[in-house]
């Protein structure tokens, strides 16, 4: 018996030292009873931070390249295998199963492995599952936010959500402490401070709530539904995480390049980087702001108290020339619109002749810039050949609102320090906000309205207005599929919405996680397939459109906030950005672009 | 570095005594688990607005030693010691003196001297002393019944509890110096807290020089064996950690001898506000840590602080506690710390008996400073203080004064609790001085209601790049009233600039109360009732002849009693005041002619309640000192 076991032991330490090194290896986990465990996420991690040139307040200066730090995630098979290259340095391997403990593995403490059929290295990692407490505290914010009921009020739930939801997830584990009435009260204080817009004379009411509903949650836990079960498809795929920017970074919307690279925005430090996938390379640029011109821009530094901010013009969304691929950019805090060339690297700057808050941005066939102006309830575009902006006005909903619009440029008049701010109402800003936008295959501009629940229809030929009641609650972004239809997410209803502009008709489909307030979209047009953002579950969402299908893709950090997702048309290559804010409350503290491939050929296992 | 010895067999033979009279007060928070609470009854909710002096007894410690009382703090708290022992109470003095008095007169009985090394410029405080009853020796010999003294200049003593002579059987003529072979620097490190006696065995933790340097002496903690002083076993919290020191224990020490554990709760490690050179957790600095009694070895320990840039110390004793909930009955251990959580645990096991999650922190700023990315707390209870302050917080006697503390709190770094400090000033809520300090809490008998006295002024703090020839003065302790301090942290590039804030007038920035008095009912993790502790009326250029309830800071702790009563002196206003348990309200107050920044103590003697506080004033508060002890009780 002693023999026998000797011999287990030794075979694979003497396979292990005749494994030749750079071939593929298998990680098969299991759980204590030996069973494997499928859909484990296992993520690759650099253990040893890249270096870099940091010496511009933290962050890389202009021009100079440094090399990202770079995550590789992939799923087990049913059969419980997951395939990786041969180490190449010291890495570490974090094995992630919803119900089980985190495991990590590194070059310094990898399990002995044995040889397979075929010679190669399997390496064996046996996952300990939670108890019970630990299991209910690791579920994402979205199935504890679904059990908040809001003594009953669902008005108020969605408008705790539409005001609270924007930047960060509502019920990650340091949401849901217990706190007195008095500091979810200055809490919401602050937040409003930060830029939120929840009416004052509902704080006392959500704050009491949040406290009773919390310890409710804390006493019946049994209550909080699973997350969704991640699925076999996920085993047909892989993560690649590039981490940019530190943890007061935010890296809002982005965009892929003809040129190979991934344009990310730093909306708080006003740079712009410039991501070569594959080689995780990536270079800064500043984005160049005038003399004059102040941190927060015209909106004003709302962020007086963080250790470092330089938002003099707010990077917000991207959208590419057609005709010579530069990239405009709309920097939400100017009256502004930037023109970037990727082949001279300089920034150009647009003056605009009014409006307020450049938002989303796109461009349609004919080279004309079209963008949101989220404050001023107004759509720009911005003609390439005359290097002119016309402004369409979009209607206001009442007397009071019309005054309000018209009476922007005196307000915005006043130094912000001094200007009048309305107190937040209970239609949060008594502004429609203007939000998504695209371009649909006729030519025709679409845009939501945020605050109005209404859609716009913008004749680019006649100029016409068209206003369109969108019959669901809070419509933040759209984009339009090839054949012309308008998918839009419903912000505080959780739900993707299809508009049919040829028959007027919605069609509404339930996410397929509880409780996610879905924040942006895009249509991957050559397969038919609409991509939503998650930032509650952890999750992005896939939908077939042909079959109504719905897949879902766990990302590899907690706390994972997404406001942007593009499609490579390349290749089919999902990319989204972690865009929690702040971007320390992130699992890792750091921001990242993330991008979603299928598995390369000869990974999966076999 | 971890050092252990055999256990001596002559352990078995001895024992603490006997165990906590239900109105008696054998060890320094009452009973060995550190709960501040007295079933004594005889003054309750009706009846405390009588209490009065019963007896006023002075050290002479203010003629002994003049202007020397300057750099005191008096923090002692009595015991009461058995009959066997001569029921004497006991106390010590700030340098170290003590001294036995008639717990019926107060009057004095015996002193001892241990005529301390009063070198350095190292604060003088005593907290207490400890009492064992030596089962080894003879009944009626001498040192039978012992006390124990940890002094300024680094020595255990060990005195006869009937008499005050030292044990010759103890050490070195009742002595053992616990500096070992480097020898005492005064100044460096000494003991305050009272040491810990259970099985056979004195632990002794020690205070040690804060911010100065950037390897402080290590803060290991002692155990000798009681009866001869040898050294049993060490525990060095900070092993394996070369470029730091201290993580000391200079907090009172609980001890859980049904199950042989002892719990220390550790300091920060140093440099306080640089951690480029320590990396990592660095455990166990900032630590519950659970030893093994016998041994020294290391049964749990939960750190409260990763890699602390705060010198968020564990600053009170542990409280040891029956968690009684849905029927179950767990032996259990509460926490409070200066960053305002209250922790909880099952003491055997350190599983936390409220879910303590990961809470997301900001990064540092400073170059190779790798902060923690997250820091533990608490689901529940919530936070003892709102640790953000904004600008439309800001709080000021006039909107000149208010607008003045709006713009220097926006102009702070400052994104709450665990903000690393950088080199623009930064936003320190709660600062060194807690949320919770040494007086720690009270636990209302089997209820489960913890009532913690905390401070609650925010501090502001900033790293300012220095060349070492440039080094601001050494610095022995912590800012004093309203004062900015710069200080050194040799082998940094920093100094530290740390000071309260304050509008031009010298008013906290903050809205009041500047201290409060909490409630935490632990069971079902939530706050039961708060109300501010302390008057300013004192405070300003001229005395009001009125109180003022805006709460002060406050140093000192309370005790809960069976009369439903909580006693708690600790503020800057001279008071000693008793609470209603249940809701917070106040029953009486008195004028003490110092403040009382010690905790009070209450014992029944031959049929009468005292309530007995040491009244001698802080060197941080700038207020004045003195030596009084006092002892209230209903007229007979």
């Known amino acids: 018996m002693l023999k026998r076991k000797t011999c287990q032991l030794l075979v694979p330490i003497v396979l292990l030292a005749f494994s030749p090194l750079g071939q593929a290896f298998t990680l098969h986990v299991k759980n204590k009873m030996g069973e494997p465990l499928s859909q484990v996420m296992v993520t690759r991690t650099t253990a040893a931070k890249t270096k870099a040139d940091l010496s511009d307040d933290g962050y890389a200066p202009n021009g100079v390249t440094n090399s990202a730090d770079t995550t590789l995630t992939r799923f087990t098979d049913t059969a419980g295998n997951v395939r990786f290259d041969d180490d190449y340095g010291p890495v570490q391997y974090r094995a992630r199963a919803q119900g089980y403990i985190d495991r990590y593995v590194g070059s310094g403490n990898m399990p002995g492995s044995i040889a397979d059929a075929t010679g190669e290295r399997v390496v064996g990692l046996i996952l300990t599952a939670m108890n019970e407490q630990q299991l209910i505290a690791s579920y994402p914010s979205n199935v504890w936010l679904s059990q908040l009921s809001f003594g009953g009020d669902e008005e108020l739930k969605n408008h705790f959500e539409l005001n609270c939801a924007f930047c960060h997830q509502q019920a990650s584990p340091f949401m849901r402490n217990e706190r007195t009435v008095e500091q979810w009260r200055s809490v919401f204080e602050r937040m409003n401070s930060y830029g ?17 509903e919390y310890r409710e949650l804390r006493e019946n836990p049994e209550v909080v539904p699973q997350p969704r079960p991640w699925e076999g498809h996920l085993s047909e795929i892989e993560m690649k995480e590039w981490v940019i920017g530190d943890g007061f970074s935010q890296m809002h919307d982005f965009i892929i390049h003809p040129n190979g690279f991934v344009y990310v925005g730093d909306n708080l430090f006003d740079r712009l980087y410039e991501i070569n996938p594959e080689t995780g390379d990536y270079t800064v640029y500043k984005v160049p702001h005038k003399p004059d011109q102040k941190i927060g821009g015209i909106l004003g530094n709302r962020f007086v108290t963080f250790p470092k901010m330089y938002n003099y013009l ?42 307020y808050y450049p938002h989303t941005i796109r461009t349609d066939a004919q080279d004309r810039v079209w963008f949101t102006l989220a404050v001023s309830s107004q759509v720009a575009m911005f003609d390439r050949v005359t290097e002119e902006f016309k402004l369409y006005d979009l209607p206001a909903r009442s007397v009071k609102e019309w005054l309000i619009l018209q009476s922007l440029p005196l307000i915005f008049a006043f130094d912000p320090e001094n200007r009048p701010r309305p107190s937040p109402d209970d239609v949060s800003t008594g502004l429609p906000m203007p939000y998504g936008i695209d371009v649909a295959p006729d030519g025709g501009v679409w845009v939501t309205r945020l605050y109005a629940n209404d859609i716009a229809h913008i ?3 006649t100029d016409e207005v068209t206003m369109i009641d969108f019959p669901f609650k809070g419509p933040r972004r759209l984009r339009i599929d090839a054949d012309g239809m308008i998918w839009i997410v419903a912000f505080q209803d959780s739900l993707l919405v299809k508009y049919d502009p040829g028959t007027n008709l919605y069609s509404s489909y339930e996410l397929p996680v509880i409780n996610e307030i879905p924040y942006a979209l895009n249509v991957d047009k050559d397969r038919g397939v609409v991509w939503v953002n998650g930032n509650q579950s952890d999750t992005i969402l896939s939908f077939d459109i042909a079959t109504e299908k719905w897949k879902v893709y766990p990302m590899p950090r907690q706390r994972f906030f997404t406001r942007d997702i593009e499609v490579s048309e390349e290749d089919g290559a999902v990319y989204t950005t972690n865009s929690h804010f702040p971007t320390w409350q992130s699992e890792g503290g750091v921001p990242t672009l993330l991008r979603i491939t299928p598995l390369p050929e000869g990974v999966a296992a076999p | 570095m971890f050092f252990r010895k055999a256990w001596p067999l002559m352990a078995v033979f001895i024992s603490t005594g006997v165990p906590a009279a239900d109105e008696g007060w054998l060890y320094y928070g009452g009973d060995q688990g550190g709960r501040h609470y007295s079933d004594a009854s005889q003054i309750d909710k009706a009846n405390v607005s009588d209490l009065d002096v019963a007896w006023v007894h002075r050290s002479g410690d203010v ?14 708290t009595p015991i009461l010691l058995p009959e066997a022992a001569g029921e004497s109470l006991v106390y010590c003095t700030p340098f170290n003196r003590v001294i036995a008095l008639d717990p019926g007169s107060g009057e004095q009985r015996w002193d001892f001297d241990p005529k301390i090394d009063r070198r350095g410029t190292r604060t003088f405080r005593c907290r207490g002393v400890s009492y064992a009853e030596e089962m080894s020796v003879a009944p009626n010999a001498q040192c039978r019944h012992r006390l124990y003294l940890a002094t300024h200049d680094r020595r255990l003593w060990a005195i006869d509890a009937r008499n005050g002579e030292p044990c010759r059987d103890f050490g070195t003529n009742g002595r053992v110096e616990i500096f070992g072979d480097e020898g005492y620097v005064p100044g460096d490190i000494s003991s305050s807290s009272a040491p810990t006696v259970a099985g056979g065995l004195v632990v002794v933790g020690s205070g040690v020089i804060d911010f100065s340097r950037s390897t402080t002496p290590r803060g290991t903690v002692n155990a000798f064996n009681s009866r001869t002083g040898e050294l049993v076993w060490q525990f060095d919290p900070l092993r394996g950690h070369r470029n730091s020191g201290a993580a000391n224990v200079w907090a009172p020490i609980s001890v859980d001898e049904e199950n042989g554990l002892v719990f220390l709760p550790t300091s920060a490690p140093s440099p306080d506000y640089y951690g480029v050179d320590r990396p990592g957790d660095n455990l166990y600095a900032n630590s519950i840590v659970a030893l093994d009694l016998a041994s020294g070895e290391l049964r749990w320990h939960f750190q409260h602080v990763r890699h602390d840039l705060w010198d968020y110390d564990t600053p009170a004793q542990p409280i040891l506690f029956e968690w009684t909930k849905n029927g179950e009955s767990i032996p259990a251990l509460v926490q409070v710390t200066k960053q305002s959580y209250v922790f909880v645990f099952n003491r055997l096991t350190g599983e936390p008996l409220w879910e303590i999650t990961e809470q997301p922190v900001p990064p540092s700023q400073i170059p190779g400073e790798r902060a923690s990315p997250t820091q533990p707390k608490p689901i529940a209870p919530p936070p003892l203080i709102d640790s953000f302050l904004m600008p439309s917080d800001a709080w000021g006697f006039t909107p000149w004064d208010r607008g003045n503390c709006a713009k220097q709190i926006a102009s702070l770094n400052n994104l709450g609790l665990f903000t690393p400090t950088s ?14 300090n040494w007086g720690g809490g009270a636990l209302l008998a089997d209820s489960g209601v913890l009532l913690v006295n905390i401070n609650n002024a925010a501090f502001t703090g900033q790293l300012i790049p220095t060349p070492p020839e440039n080094s601001a003065q050494a610095r022995t302790d912590h800012p ?56 300013v009326h ?7 002849p009125f109180h003022i309830t805006w709460g002060t800071p406050n140093l000192g702790g309370g005790v809960a009693t069976g009369g439903g009563v909580f006693f708690i002196g600790a503020t800057m206003d001279r008071q000693i005041r008793a609470f209603d348990v249940d809701t917070g309200d106040t029953l009486w107050k008195y004028t003490l002619p110092n403040d009382a920044t010690a905790t009070p103590m209450t014992y029944v003697y031959k049929g009468r309640q005292y309530v007995v506080i040491n009244a001698g004033g802080h060197f941080m508060f700038q207020r004045g000192y003195g030596d009084y002890l006092y002892a209230f009780a209903l007229p007979e």
């Open chain 1, 314 to 355: 707010g990077v917000h969304s991207f959208a590419i020339s057609p005709r010579d691929g530069n990239i405009f950019i709309t920097p939400s805090m100017q009256q502004e619109l930037l023109e970037f060339d990727p082949k001279t690297k300089q920034f150009v700057t647009h003056e605009m002749p009014g409006g």
């Open chain 2, 538 to 544: 004192e405070m300003g250029p001229v005395t009001a």
């Open chain 2, 63 to 76: 003629k002994t030693f003049g202007e020397g009382m300057e750099n005191t703090s008096t923090q002692s």
């Open chain 2, 480 to 535: 004093e009233s309203g004062e900015r301090m710069q200080v050194t942290m040799q082998g940094t590039p920093y100094n530290i600039d740390i000071g309260a804030l304050m509008s031009p007038l010298g008013i906290p920035c903050n809205p009041p109360p500047w201290g409060k008095l909490i409630a935490v009912d632990l069971f079902k993790g939530t706050i039961a009732w708060e109300t501010a502790l302390g008057s």
């Open chain 2, 423 to 436: 080199e623009k000033l930064t936003l320190m809520y709660p600062g060194s001085l807690g949320g919770a």
């Open chain 1, 459 to 461: 004749d680019p030929e």
């Open chain 1, 196 to 212: 939120a817009q929840l009416p004052l004379d509902e704080h006392q009411k959500i704050a009491e709530l949040l406290q009773s």
